[in-house]
């Protein structure tokens, strides 16, 4: 009985992109073992469709012209916020979502939470300057796939969107890195001890949003929101915004040299 070349199945487990999957002209479809090798090397060899959010075009031409190197990888749309985001998953329904986290509106973690919600097979991965901090682990805790930082090489995040479309997990070496050794030296970040909500509204502060944007944004009353802001500051033992700033600033949550990513 014939067979298919093993070196066909190696580089096609070991997830290399089509160019280099090389696959036999006749498969015996009457074995079942290569049938099933056959749907896999099919679902390989389609393109990966991808959808790009950040509220910066230069970012987002950059990121694409990135892309644009890998044979195995489609950027079929391009989105600059959450609400955007939303809208173009529903119509395109990519395999893979690039989310920037700081948005203006109701940035990248409510609208990965909303995705979740809607689309529980979704995969997305976060896009961020912060490498360290709540950030990382708010993300994470959502069901995030992956966590990319905007330093990533191009190398790096073309491998990122590769494996997450095989469903595995993606963290960037960095943020791996801090998290692991943030765990070793038990280091303490108060703002570790807001639930989602809560950062969600520190974040939206921090853009210089009102209780009332940010009410609407979130799709909760004013009231609501104050109840939030006050636990913040209980919390994080600050008594207005100007020292939950310095204390942001003080722990990186900021990003590096800027307020927005």
């Known amino acids: 009985m014939a067979e298919w070349p093993k070196a066909a199945v190696l580089k096609t487990?070991?997830?290399?992109s089509p160019p280099w999957v090389r696959i036999p002209p006749s498969p015996p479809f009457n074995n079942p073992g290569c049938l099933l090798v056959a749907l896999i090397l099919d679902y390989l060899t389609k393109m990966i469709n991808v959808l790009l959010v950040d509220d910066h075009e230069l970012?987002?031409?950059?990121?694409?012209s990135i892309l644009s190197k890998s044979t195995a990888i489609h950027v079929m749309a391009v989105a600059n916020s959450g609400e955007e985001a939303l809208e173009?998953?529903?119509?395109?329904?990519?395999?893979?979502?690039l989310m920037d986290v700081n948005m203006p509106g109701i940035g990248g973690i409510e609208a990965t939470k909303r995705l979740y919600q809607k689309y529980p097979s979704i995969k997305v991965i976060a896009l961020s300057v912060h490498e360290d901090g709540p950030i990382p682990n708010q993300f994470m805790r959502l069901g995030a796939h992956g966590y990319l930082?905007?330093?990533?090489?191009?190398?790096?995040?073309?491998?990122?969107?590769?494996r997450v479309h095989l469903?595995?997990?993606y963290l960037a070496n960095t943020v791996a890195n801090n998290l692991y050794f943030s765990q070793l030296d038990n280091d303490e970040n108060p703002f570790e001890a807001l639930s989602q909500r809560e950062m969600q509204v520190v974040m939206m502060t921090l853009q210089g949003m009102?209780?009332?944007e940010m009410g609407s944004q979130l799709i909760l009353s004013p009231k609501t929101i104050s109840t939030y802001r006050h636990r913040v500051h209980e919390k994080l033992g600050v008594k207005n915004e100007?020292?939950?700033a310095q204390l942001a600033m003080q722990y990186d949550l900021l990003g590096k040299n800027q307020i927005t990513d």
């Open 242 to 244: 100007v020292e939950l």
């Open 88 to 97: 173009l998953v529903l119509k395109q329904k990519p395999d893979v979502v």
């Open 59 to 64: 970012v987002r031409t950059g990121i694409e």
């Open 210 to 212: 009102s209780v009332n």
């Open 149 to 162: 930082c905007k330093n990533s090489s191009a190398e790096e995040m073309i491998a990122a969107i590769l």
């Open 167 to 169: 469903g595995k997990r």
């Open 13 to 16: 487990v070991e997830g290399l």
